[in-house]
């Protein structure tokens, strides 16, 4: 059973965030919040996916959510394009976020560029220690999340990667 509570939390976290796509396991459960309409996700079968503008209406009518909420219908697939997946990197923990280890030196990494397991992405500093984040993943960097310089929260989304 989905507490609507957590779920309205959640929906309003996304609608009042950057993000575009929320996804989170709970003993046993898949629920992903998104706000790009028609957007194809693949969902596991005890999974749920949500658009935020049709989950934001269904929480209005809390006894009525459990109905709006069911699998992810199936993209067509002559339309849709491959599904590709992306893994996204996180601080592990709360810092400052600089893309080079000095500020006249190049960035560790540039969009575009094929990551490899264990290279430096980025330093966090937190309380004047220098921090470097190394890679668990490898693959195409998509995606720097984060600007230079910028404070960042324990588990927010630093970097996507295009895995092999």
């Known amino acids: ?3 609507i509570a957590f779920l309205k939390k959640l929906i309003e976290a996304v609608e009042s965030s950057g993000i575009d796509t929320l996804e989170i396991s709970r003993w046993g459960t898949k629920i992903r919040i998104t706000k790009s309409p028609g957007l194809a996700v693949p969902s596991s079968p005890a999974g749920y996916t949500f658009a935020v503008g049709a989950a934001s209406a269904a929480t209005q009518n809390a006894g009525n959510a459990p109905a709006a909420v069911g699998p992810a219908p199936a993209a067509p ?4 394009p491959p599904e590709v997946e992306f893994q996204e990197i996180v601080s592990p923990m709360v810092g400052t976020f600089y893309r080079a280890p000095a500020p006249d030196a190049p960035p560790y990494v540039e969009v575009g560029q094929r990551i490899t397991k264990g290279q430096t992405l980025c330093i966090l500093e937190a309380m004047k220690l220098m921090n470097e984040l190394q890679s668990e993943v490898e693959g195409v960097l998509r995606e720097i999340s984060v600007e230079d310089g910028e404070p960042v929260e324990y588990g927010q989304v630093l970097f996507r990667v295009e895995r092999d």
């Open 77 to 80: 697939a002559s339309s849709a």
């Open 1 to 3: 059973m989905i507490d």
